[in-house]
């Protein structure tokens, strides 16, 4: 018995270590994930200061008196005909309690998007106005069922032009769990071809709640003449907790569905690989992603990604010689320790300044639930 225990105990023993050997292989393999095939960063560092308030009634554009929007957030960036359009999620009308579940709350809508010509961010952004009701105040572009667990809210990820068209992605959020996490029945798009006074539902273009394009962020082909004529959209799940993947389409056909086309990888040669299947995507990056931007920067020459790190709820950036990748190892853009509250960060191309070396993007801020804009400078190598 005692001879048979032995061999037992040697066993287990031999196991433990060739468990602890494989987990460490794992383990430097993912380390090295970055490092391996990753072109060389350009940017050493990032020191970002706040501009001004876009929206709130400490904002140069006092929305609180003027549209009825005491509190919003995100702001992500679209422009068409040389107005920019600032897309807000969840929005609470004049004398609401910031942030939002704090206190009484007035006139709910679910999103609005305000727009300027305003190309200089230098000093902030005044807004010309919001897409606005008979009164004159902020209207709600995508309707919602606002029932706690079904359609509750539509947050929209992120807005293109195309053809005089106006194009809104959303997510249909059916409740809020813990922070960085909430549940989505599907995601879709809304079109305008009247500039924003009336919208309507593409009913053929949805994708499924768990998708891994529930919150997408655009890129239009003029940014860069490697998209040729394809919008390119990268994609995270609903939250703050999903892998970063890659669609693209036709601006053409961008209102049919089978179009779109899922980044599989890229071949022996680095050419990027196609399928008209969501399901064969590959990630372009594993990480805890939510809420992310993409610009192509032509002064570094640099694709520039940033988005909110679920785990840490730092804003993350990572940088790409191609639109596919591969991406340099994820650095920390904002501090959540610097700017408490913050998510939400969109950058657009035209606030792309100093040689490359300055970017302006808006960035949210929880407690004061309201969206900033805000300078970054970059420290290059």
Avoid: C
């Amino acid at each position: 018995m005692l001879k048979k225990m032995t061999t037992v105990k040697k066993s287990a023993s031999l196991i433990g270590i060739v468990v602890l050997a494989v987990g460490f292989y794992i383990f430097m393999n993912l380390q090295n994930s970055y490092s391996k095939d990753s072109p060389k960063a350009k940017i050493k560092d990032i020191e970002v200061t706040e501009i001004a308030a876009i929206t709130g009634q400490d904002s140069v554009n006092k929305t609180e008196e003027q549209y009825d929007i005491a509190g919003t957030d995100l702001g992500s960036i679209f422009d068409m005909d040389g107005t920019f359009y600032y897309v807000f999620g969840d929005t609470f009308g004049a004398g609401s309690a910031v942030p939002p579940g704090t206190g009484p709350s007035t006139n709910w809508r679910s999103n609005t998007v305000g727009f300027s010509k305003d190309m200089d961010p230098t000093d902030g952004i005044e807004l010309d106005g919001f897409l606005a009701d008979e009164s004159g105040m902020a209207k709600e572009i995508i309707p919602s069922k606002k029932t706690q667990g079904y359609h509750l809210t539509s947050i929209p990820t992120y807005g293109v032009a195309v053809a005089g068209s106006m194009y809104l992605y959303y997510m249909a959020v059916d409740a809020w769990g813990d922070p960085g996490v909430w549940v989505t029945s599907y995601s879709g798009v809304y079109k305008s071809n009247d500039a924003g006074e009336t919208w309507a539902p593409l009913e053929q273009l949805t994708w499924e709640g768990d998708s891994n394009f529930t919150q997408v962020a655009i890129v239009k082909p003029e940014q860069n003449e490697v998209l040729g004529d394809d919008i390119y959209f990268y994609g995270v799940k609903a939250g703050r907790y999903s892998p970063i993947q890659l669609m693209k389409v036709n601006k053409n056909k961008i209102e049919d569905k089978n179009s779109y086309e899922y980044f599989t990888g890229t071949d022996t040669n680095g050419k990027p690989q196609w399928s008209s299947e969501e399901k064969e995507a590959k990630s372009i990056l594993e990480t805890t992603a939510g809420e992310l931007s993409v610009v192509w920067n032509p002064d570094l020459e640099r694709w520039i990604m940033t988005y909110i790190n679920g785990e840490t709820t730092n804003i993350d950036f990572v940088e790409s010689e191609n639109p596919w990748g591969p991406l340099t190892e994820p650095k920390v853009m904002v501090a959540q320790k610097d700017f408490p509250g913050l998510y939400g960060s969109y950058m657009h191309p035209s606030f792309i300044k100093n040689e490359g070396k300055t970017m302006y993007f808006t960035m949210s801020r929880w407690g004061t639930y309201n969206s900033y804009m805000m300078k970054a400078e970059l420290e290059l190598e």
